[in-house]
C-alpha cells in the first residue's frame, strides 16, 4: 500500500510544480505581449479582456490609421500537466490574432495560409467554394491563396515582413473592413515582434 501513498504523492508533487511553473510563464507572456503591443501601436484607448486567468487576454486599441486593432493571445495551458501529452497532436503554440479595422474598405476576400499538415492550425474559410485556389512558395514555404480577384494579390509582399516560421494566415475579409494576422509561436522574439507589427501596420495602411 505504501508504493501507491508513494507514487500518489509524487504525481501530485509533479503536477503541483508543473502547475506553479506553467503558471509563472503564462503570466510573463501576457504581461511581456501587452507591453510589446503597446509599444507598436501606442493606441490613445485601450481596453483588455482576460481569457480563463492566465490563457491569455483580448485587447482592443484606438489606433492612429485605423478604426481600432483588436488582438486575441491564446496560450497553451502551460499549468496543466494533463495537457502536456497532448502537445504532441496539436500545434502546441501560443497563437497571436490581430485585426486591423481599415478606415479605407476592403473591397474583395483574399487568404494566405501556411501548408501544414497538423489540421488544427488551418482556418476554415466558410466561402472557400466562392474564392480561387492557387499553391504558391515565397521565400521556401508553401502557401494556400484563396483570391476573389487580384485586387490584393500584392499582399504576397506582406509575409516576409513576419518570421516564417511563426506566420500562419493573412485574411482580408470585406465584412467590417478587417486585415487579419495569424501567427503561431511557442516563443518569440517580442523586439522582432514589435519591429514586423508596426512595419504591416504601414504596409496595410498604404496597400488598403
Known amino acids: 500500500m505504501s508504493k501507491y501513498i508513494t507514487l500518489f504523492v509524487g504525481i501530485s508533487v509533479i503536477i503541483s510544480l508543473v502547475y506553479i511553473a506553467g503558471y509563472k510563464k503564462n503570466i510573463k507572456i501576457m504581461k511581456k505581449m501587452a507591453e510589446t503591443l503597446e509599444e507598436t501601436f501606442q493606441p490613445k484607448d485601450k481596453l483588455y479582456t482576460y ?4 490563457l491569455g487576454f ?5 489606433v492612429d490609421g485605423f478604426e481600432k486593432v483588436s488582438v486575441t493571445l491564446r496560450l497553451i495551458p502551460r499549468q496543466s ?6 502537445m504532441f497532436v496539436t500545434s502546441g503554440k501560443d497563437s497571436l490574432q490581430i485585426m486591423f479595422y481599415t478606415k479605407k474598405p476592403v473591397v474583395s476576400e483574399f487568404h494566405l495560409i501556411k501548408e501544414s499538415f497538423l489540421k488544427m492550425t488551418k482556418p476554415k474559410i466558410y466561402n472557400r467554394a466562392k474564392l480561387k485556389s492557387e499553391r504558391i ?3 521556401g514555404t508553401k502557401y494556400e491563396m484563396l483570391t476573389e480577384n487580384s485586387k490584393y494579390k ?3 509582399e506582406f509575409v516576409p515582413i513576419f518570421n ?3 506566420f500562419n494566415h493573412l485574411a482580408m475579409t470585406k465584412e467590417k473592413s478587417i486585415v487579419y494576422i495569424n501567427l503561431l509561436f511557442y516563443k ?3 523586439e522582432e515582434l514589435k519591429n ?5 501596420a504601414n504596409f496595410i495602411k498604404s496597400a488598403v
Open 51 to 54: 481569457l480563463g486567468g492566465v
Open 58 to 62: 483580448i485587447a482592443e486599441y484606438q
Open 81 to 86: 500537466a494533463l495537457y502536456l501529452p497532448f
Open 137 to 139: 512558395e515565397i521565400e
Open 154 to 156: 500584392k499582399f504576397i
Open 164 to 166: 516564417k516560421r511563426q
Open 188 to 190: 518569440t522574439d517580442y
Open 196 to 200: 514586423s507589427l508596426k512595419k504591416a
